[in-house]
């Protein structure tokens, strides 16, 4: 299981989205999920609605590719019709480890049309759909309690889809319970390169799966 930073690595909650929190997740070999949106012509990396002052998306790639390692950017859509302004700047960079989620379904087929890496949504209220044919993963979100149901990551992962997991805390739930059950995955499940978690916490989650 891949392990990637939620909104960079932060220690302090003002460190969201910033400079700082990806430089520590890149510099430790963590990927990260961040979040898009546009503001005067510009993609723009806000969780909210953006002033301009932003970082853009652009600097957070350049930030990206100082390093070495290349770890998965897990890319949270905020806008609508920003796929060829992302589709620019990806290949601008020549960033190929992403994926693109969580846009309206609308907006998702263009995503899909224009050969962007897509992970289509499942949860308590919705589930990938027939889209998931075209796609290339699943973002597995819970917002009362996360669903492990190692048959069905098991049919994902054997149609060749990646599944990233929402960890808990990202809804203000503990950790304990919902990390207990994927601990207790079958091996094959838990060391495949195509799950990542999602985190707050990742020095933490990578401690308790025990990643070599």
């Not at 390093?67 to 890319?75: G, H, N, S, T, V």
């Not at 949860?123 to 027939?130: H, K, N």
Request: with cysteine.
């Amino acid at each position: 299981m891949q392990i990637i930073s939620h909104r960079g690595y932060w220690l302090d909650a003002t460190e969201k989205n910033t400079v700082a929190a990806f430089h520590r997740s890149f510099s430790m070999g963590y990927g990260t999920e961040t979040d898009i949106r546009d503001c005067a012509g510009k993609l723009m990396i806000s969780h909210d609605m953006p002033n301009g002052t932003e970082l853009t998306f652009d600097e957070l790639l350049e930030i990206y590719l100082r390093y070495e390692q290349r770890p998965c950017l897990a890319l949270n859509v905020k806008a609508d019709g920003l796929q060829t302004a992302v589709a620019e700047s990806l290949q601008q960079h020549g960033i190929e480890n992403y994926f693109m989620f969580d846009m309206s379904l609308p907006d998702t087929l263009g995503y899909l049309r224009n050969g962007l890496t897509t992970f289509l949504r499942a949860s308590e209220y919705e589930t990938p759909g027939v889209l998931l044919e075209q796609a290339q993963g699943v973002w597995l979100d819970g917002f009362q309690r996360l669903n492990i149901d190692a048959g069905q990551l098991q049919q994902w992962l054997s149609a060749g889809k990646k599944v990233c997991i929402v960890s808990p805390e990202l809804h203000r739930r503990d950790v304990n319970d919902e990390w207990s059950e994927l601990r207790n995955l079958p091996g094959e499940l838990l060391e495949s390169d195509h799950l990542i978690l999602c985190t707050d916490i990742p020095e933490q989650a990578e401690r308790y799966f025990r990643f070599d």
